[in-house]
Antibody
């Protein structure tokens, strides 16, 4: 049973940074690529970033490139998302999702965590 | 960048068939995944690889595609099918993943 548990969300002031984590269990974490997807309140899903199984390949949505860094620690079955220079429009629930493949390309989202809410507000 | 278009809403009576479309250039050449999201919950895959169902998803859910349109069909709609539905593809030109804007299916 795949389990993904996000953490690290909360209220943060504009311009500050935040690091989200996703702890995985129930599958061999080190053999799958992983995604971050966000959903602003009342809005649709927005893909943010993907990282290959070994961490060597990363791709980002154009809207966040340069402000977000995806990383993983396979020894701890953990995925991270470092978010810098946060803005009000970054307010969203952030989901981590297991890819269907090990590569960062061509692997659509498969299993999802329950998400962690990030609110950017002064 | 690759763009997907979905109707914002679809309404259907119980027992009838709901059709949700996802339009993108030559989408039939891509692998399409459909997600169901109920309020306050994470998305769940209902269709993958265009028309395969994960275990636990009723046979009432099916997918198809042709040309620029992928279609999610929900037969014999039940009240529990009321949810938002999203399509997703991978765009090989940008190495980006794309979600459609979502369709709210309302059971009358």
């Amino acid at each position: 049973q795949v389990q993904l548990v996000e953490s690290g969300g909360g209220v943060v002031e504009p311009g500050r940074s935040l690091r989200l984590s996703c702890t995985a269990s129930g599958f061999t974490f080190e053999t799958y690529a992983m995604h971050w997807v966000r959903q602003a309140p009342g809005k649709g899903l927005e893909w943010m970033a993907v990282i290959s199984y070994d961490g060597n390949y990363k791709y980002y949505a154009d809207s966040v490139k340069g402000r977000l860094t995806i990383s993983r620690d396979n020894s701890k079955n953990t995925l991270h998302l470092q978010m810098n220079s946060l803005r009000a429009d970054d307010t969203a629930t952030y989901y981590c999702a297991k890819s269907e493949k090990k590569t960062a390309v061509a692997g659509l989202c498969e299993s999802w965590g329950q998400g962690t809410l990030v609110t950017v507000s002064s | 960048s690759y763009v997907l278009t979905q109707p914002s809403s679809v309404s259907v009576a119980p027992g009838q068939t709901a059709t949700v479309t996802c339009v993108g250039i030559n989408i039939a050449s891509k692998s399409v995944r459909w997600f169901q999201q109920k309020p306050g919950q994470a998305p769940v895959v209902v269709i993958y690889s265009d028309n395969d169902r994960p275990s636990g998803i009723p046979e009432r859910f099916s997918g198809s595609d042709s040309g620029d349109t992928a279609t999610l069909t929900i037969s014999r709609v039940e009240a529990g099918d009321e949810a938002d539905y999203y399509c997703q593809v991978w765009d090989s030109y940008s190495d980006h993943y794309v979600f459609g804007p979502g369709t709210k299916v309302t059971v009358l």
